[in-house]
């Protein structure tokens, strides 16, 4: 088995950044994760991360939070997968 970390990072609108902190905190996944954190950062920007046990690695099929209503973003989704090598 191994661990994959999915990151979710998006950039809030103008003066969304709250708003886009909890709904990104209210997004329920179709399965529970190891483990999830949800962060903040500059520029209103907000992070998930979210921990995994998986026999596919990389190529696993695993859920995904989706990608908010336009008006809540300035940009797309940034997605990134991560294996863990510990």
């Known amino acids: 088995m191994t661990t994959v970390t999915l990151m979710?990072?998006?950039?809030?609108?103008?003066?969304?950044?709250?708003?886009?902190?909890?709904?990104?905190?209210?997004?329920p996944l179709p399965a529970e994760p190891l483990r999830r954190e949800t962060f903040r950062a500059p520029q209103d920007r907000v992070l998930v991360l979210t921990w995994w046990e998986t026999a596919d690695g990389l190529?696993?099929?695993?859920?995904?939070?989706?990608?908010?209503?336009?008006g809540l973003i300035t940009r797309p989704v940034h997605?990134?997968?991560?294996?863990?090598?510990?």
């Open 8 to 27: 979710w990072e998006a950039r809030a609108a103008e003066g969304r950044g709250a708003a886009l902190l909890d709904w990104a905190r209210a997004q």
């Open 79 to 86: 997605r990134w997968r991560f294996e863990s090598v510990g």
């Open 59 to 70: 190529d696993a099929e695993l859920p995904e939070l989706p990608e908010p209503d336009t």
